[in-house]
């Protein structure tokens, strides 16, 4: 059983800032790969970008999935005065950008702004860009080229009890798998599946379980914080592990619910019950691959999901980590 206080929250921090935007995860899987390397001897990647790294083991065949992307911009044309047109990549508002920062794959920040109505200049005309400090557009070209991505620029900042950051959905889901590989020996035959394109409809997770038909899958990601003052009543921080019983995509067996939960119980890990009815995650693909995979959910409550400034709770990382490894060590007689 891995040590309750040992978790490198370094890793965590490298693995936030790590440029990842959807269809260009190459940077975070890359880092990954160095960090499980000593680990691990079999480290595959597939055409799609997806990392599968795998622990063998004598018992069940278990798929542990987390998906590497951020939500991001993507250009679309650049203009004569050299500013830059996107369009949204993942679940991000151009509204909720204006004034934020961004940065390009080169490093390169750009400033998002909107465009002012030609007849009224109180008003905007919807239309949004980005600034990188350039007077044309071949300046412009010289530093960016339409179809580049950039990601939200978040800054990481740790204290005693909370993680504030950019890209923590779904680094953290990354981080608990990373240090899951280092710390667990377990029996069972384990499959940690980092997926690509999850944020543009989970794309990756439609093609990584071909060839495994794993006996159960168990999908890690964030969820989000209903914590607000006036709202508490569903999951938030610092309650622990979120087991998953719906989305949008998926409604989990009461078997594997009741199961996951007992588990927690039986071993003093916090955790509430996620219920979503908009949004998804890979357990959604996953569950439904071939003949159907027994599929279950621990997910992170974060606040300010899909911005750069997210933030988490320590306890609840460590309960899901926690959560995971007794999953793990757990024979599957119920299933």
């Known amino acids: 059983m891995p040590n309750r206080n040992i978790l490198d929250y370094h890793v965590l921090k490298l693995l936030a800032q790590t440029y990842g935007p959807s269809g260009n995860e190459r940077q975070v899987a890359e880092f990954i790969s160095q960090q499980v390397g000593s680990y691990v001897q079999d480290i595959r990647s597939d055409a799609l970008g997806n990392l599968l790294i795998r622990k063998p083991g004598t018992g069940k065949k278990i798929l542990i999935a987390c998906h590497m992307d951020e939500i991001g911009v993507i250009i679309t044309s650049i203009g004569e005065e050299g500013y830059l047109y996107f369009a949204p990549v993942g679940g991000v508002k151009s509204s909720d950008l204006l004034a934020k920062r961004v940065q390009f794959q080169n490093k390169r920040i750009g400033v998002v702004s909107q465009e002012k109505n030609t007849v009224d200049e109180e008003k905007t005309s919807g239309k949004y860009f ?22 939200l620029v978040g800054d990481y900042q740790e204290t005693a009890d909370h993680i504030l ?12 798998a990373v240090e899951m590989i280092k710390q667990l020996h377990s029996e069972q035959d384990l499959y940690f599946a980092f997926t690509a394109q999850e944020e543009v409809g989970s794309r990756g997770a439609k093609t990584i379980v071909h060839g495994i038909e794993p006996d159960l899958a168990l999908i890690l990601d964030t969820t989000l914080s209903f914590d607000s003052p006036k709202e508490k009543n569903r999951t938030s921080l610092n309650r622990g592990a979120a087991i998953k019983v719906m989305d949008r995509t ?21 955790f509430q019950w996620e219920i979503i009815t908009t ?37 609840d990382i460590l309960s899901a980590f926690l959560l995971l490894a007794v999953l793990l060590n757990q024979p599957f007689t119920n299933l």
């Open 130 to 151: 980005i600034d990188i400090g350039v007077n044309s557009q071949e300046e412009a070209g010289k530093i960016v080229r339409e179809g580049d991505m950039a990601v």
């Open 165 to 176: 950051s950019k890209a923590l959905d779904d680094r953290i889901g990354c981080f608990i």
């Open 250 to 270: 998926i409604v989990v067996s009461p078997r594997i619910k009741n199961w996951m939960a007992d588990a927690a119980s039986q071993n003093d890990i916090s």
């Open 279 to 315: 949004g998804g995650t890979d357990s959604g693909p996953i569950h439904l691959t071939g003949r159907g995979i027994p599929t279950g959910g621990i997910a992170i409550p974060v606040r300010y999901l899909h911005t750069g400034n997210e933030i988490a709770a320590k306890h």
